[in-house]
């Protein structure tokens, strides 16, 4: 099978761009032809002042991807485009690309921009849902929720808008993957058709191996913002709990992090960036991760099933997809998102309890064994391929015509950007 993978990095680097190379890597570990097409967000700040300008209508319509990737598949078609993330440089317009050429397409939810321009469904400090299943997301231009700017958000609502009202995600996609069940629902609660939605979670693409012992501190891996629920591990710490904890993040909290530090007398550790194995080493030698995040807004979480693969248990906040990936008592402990006593309660529990922690810990590797392994992932993602593909291949092959110079396509939507 030849795979069209098609990705837009973002400027800092993050979960999607891990998915990306991983799923790239675990197809071609097992004999698929994968081609890439992929943008970067670092273009822009090489733009000339009349392309900075034009690029909220590429975020719409980005002409030159799509030209792009009609080249590409007109060279050498592929039997399926699988999309990660088209914002903003890529657009849906690529989708379009692909369906003219009747090559179906697959975009892996990553985020909930499709649901909220924010794409965090989260703000001022609590989940928010008031974009969810509106043709113009309004709530968001009103609150300024893209990067705090009222323009930029407008952009992103704008996209939106006009691709709902073309049918988009209906007409130009055939498949969705969401990494939770919590998340399908939600997208199918915002008007994505519930027989193209399906579910896959991320996978750890190699084996690091359980570890040994019962750690001695506890650990945080990620973003230090208030959203990740990072003022209640720093409330937390500051109670007479002193405990262990390794934090390894970078974010706008940082200096409230290096201040506990400071305060804490030598019980919390800020660790620098590391590599995989590195990495690794610092999850096996940890007694649980703790993971505080507040919100809905989490699609996923990469280090908690890496914390799964390496047999460490999960403290998670009792809401959302943390309560979907780490069951209470068993691969894991909940606590209250967002309450810091609840959280020091637990962690105290965890630590004079090191019996059941190890039980938990043996947990969490046979739930990584049984679901997040790579060789899983790879028979989850070709039955959906598979899938497609068979669907597409039973319609009535559309008829390319030509227009007025304008590229159409006789059944579906006509084209009008091309």
Known sequence: MKVLAVHNYYQQAGGEDVVFHAEAEMLRDHGQEIVTYTRKNDEIDRLDPFGKAALPLKTIWARDSYQQIKQIIANDPPDIAHFHNTFPLISPAAYYACRRANIPVVQTLHNSRLLCPAATLFRDGHACEECVGKAVPWPALLHGCYRGSRIQTGVVAAMLATHRARGTWKNDISAFICSTELYRKKFIAGGLPAEKVFCKPHFVPSDPGSRQGDGNYALFIGRLAAEKGVETLITAWKRPLRRRIKIRGDGPLL???????????????????????????????????????????????????????????????????????????????????????????????????????????????????????????????????????????????RIQLKAGGQDAIQSGSEARFS
Not at 268 to 283: E, T
Not at 338 to 352: M, N, Q, R
């Open 255 to 397: 200096p409230e992090v290096q201040r506990l530090r400071n305060y804490s007398c030598g019980a919390v550790d800020l660790v620098p960036r590391l590599d995989r194995s590195d990495l690794f080493a610092l999850i096996k030698g940890a007694r649980f991760l703790v993971w505080p995040s507040l919100g809905y807004y989490e699609s996923f979480g990469l280090v908690a099933i890496e914390a799964l693969a390496c047999g460490v248990p999960v403290l998670a906040s009792r809401i959302g997809v943390m309560q979907e990936i780490i069951q209470d008592r068993h691969t894991g402990l909940h606590f209250t998102a967002g309450d810091s006593g609840d959280l020091a309660a637990k962690v105290e529990w965890a630590w004079i309890h090191p019996s059941e922690m190890q039980e938990m810990g043996r947990n969490a590797r046979a739930e990584y064994e049984a679901k997040y392994t790579a060789e899983r992932n790879y028979h989850q993602l070709m039955e959906i391929y598979e899938r497609v593909i068979s669907a597409a291949r039973a319609q009535p092959r």
